[in-house]
């Protein structure tokens, strides 16, 4: 029964006057009289509750409106300005301030391998880990190695981050602002070879097309000595690998859950990054401290940086001495309509049409098969 029909019954029940008949059966006999078994006693009457035929309709009415109650669903509107909005525009700047640097720091390390002095007039400089831990061959390879897994794992992670656009601009500004802290060091103090065992390319000189022609081989290796891109030295003050394994792994791990499955996962990307910068280390590519200042400005600039975006009221704080870094008015614009903290969820990549997922069999709901009956 509808509910309409429910409330037309009602209104008949409202308007209709009903009369409680009462018949007094008294005894004519003289004398005491005793009440009947079938006869409740006034204090049984008193106790017991209103069960009038009205009292049972408006009950029942109640039961059947609740049972035959029209689901009407309200579309609440969205507000017009999203907390986290995605700005691919920005992401796309970001990617490309991002290219860039890595394109000059290229130019740069192709300019500075000019000016490495010989290994033979110039060894290299004492460094107390290599006084102590051997040179190992194969080690470099294994920082190579860790590096591309964990750069893979963070790429698959990143595209399924729901809000990948805002994450992706966060970690291509940082990328590159690495590699212009490390363009800008390697460039004002050029250190000598940090091993003997180290074969660096032949100078050019003046030839600019030779020059040019390394920086394309560079850039389309990775920089990566197992492509055999990276024959050029000089490019030590900071490590560019611990950049890149220290980076990977510090949005992996601040962009993922935190349950079980997930810190196990985090273990094993701690362990590819603390193993890749071990053996660079150990294959003596490295100065000691090239790998300590690249994991210092890494990590503190990471830190700083998702600081003054997690927190909204450090932004506008006249207390906060971060907003004086160069670089707050790059941030400001990246992260100028960024409202809250961006959690870790995920969604598809591609987006799927709707279409896809409608159910082709006829919808049946609840208030049509109680009307059809």
């Known amino acids: 029964m509808a509910a309409s029909q429910l409330l037309d019954e009602q209104d008949d029940i409202d308007s209709g006057d009903f009369h409680v008949m009462v018949e007094d059966r008294t005894c004519p006999q003289i004398g005491r009289t005793h009440p009947s078994p079938d006869t409740p006693s ?6 017991k509750p209103n069960d009038s035929k009205p009292t049972r309709l408006a009950r029942g009415f109640r039961k059947a409106l609740r049972k035959n109650q029209d689901y009407i669903r309200i579309t609440i509107p969205k ?6 909005p995605s700005e691919w525009w920005k992401t796309g700047i970001a990617f ?10 290229t130019v740069m390390i192709t300019i500075i391998h000019e000016r490495v002095p010989d290994k033979s007039v110039n060894p290299p400089l004492p460094d107390k880990f290599f006084d102590y831990v051997p040179r190992m061959e194969w080690a470099f390879s294994v920082t190579e190695v ?20 805002i994450v992706g601009r966060r970690f291509f500004f940082l990328q590159g602002m690495l590699y212009l802290y490390r363009m800008v060091t390697m460039y004002i103090t050029t250190l000598p070879v940090p091993s003997m065992h180290m074969d660096c390319a032949p100078k050019l000189y003046g030839d600019s097309h030779g020059k040019i022609k390394r920086v394309l081989q560079l850039v389309s ?14 490019d030590f003050l900071y490590s560019g690998h611990t950049v890149m394994l220290t980076l990977t792994f510090l949005f992996i791990h601040e962009y993922s859950p935190r349950s079980l499955f997930w810190r196990c996962y985090h273990v094993i990307c701690w362990l590819l990054s603390a193993v890749g910068v071990v053996c660079i280390l150990i294959a003596h ?15 503190r600039l990471f830190y700083w940086y998702h600081t003054m975006a ?11 001495y971060l907003n004086r870094t160069w670089w707050n008015l790059v941030f400001n614009f990246l992260e100028k309509n960024v409202k809250t903290t961006v959690p870790c969820t995920f969604s598809r990549p591609v987006s799927l049409p709707s279409a896809c997922f409608k159910n082709p069999c006829k919808s049946y709901s609840k208030v049509q098969s109680t009307r059809d009956e």
């Open 42 to 47: 006034s204090g049984q009457v008193a106790d």
């Open 79 to 84: 507000s017009s300005v999203s907390r986290l």
């Open 96 to 105: 490309i301030w991002a290219g860039f640097n890595l394109i000059l720091t």
């Open 146 to 165: 860790n590096g591309m897994i964990l750069v893979a794992l963070w790429f698959i992670q990143w595209l399924f981050l729901k809000h990948r656009a």
């Open 221 to 234: 290796g990775g920089g990566l000595s197992i492509t055999g891109s990276h024959l050029m030295c000089g």
């Open 285 to 299: 590519e490295h100065y000691s401290v090239d790998v300590v200042v690249a994991y210092f400005i890494t990590s």
């Open 310 to 320: 997690n927190n909204q009221a450090l932004r506008g704080s006249p207390h906060n």
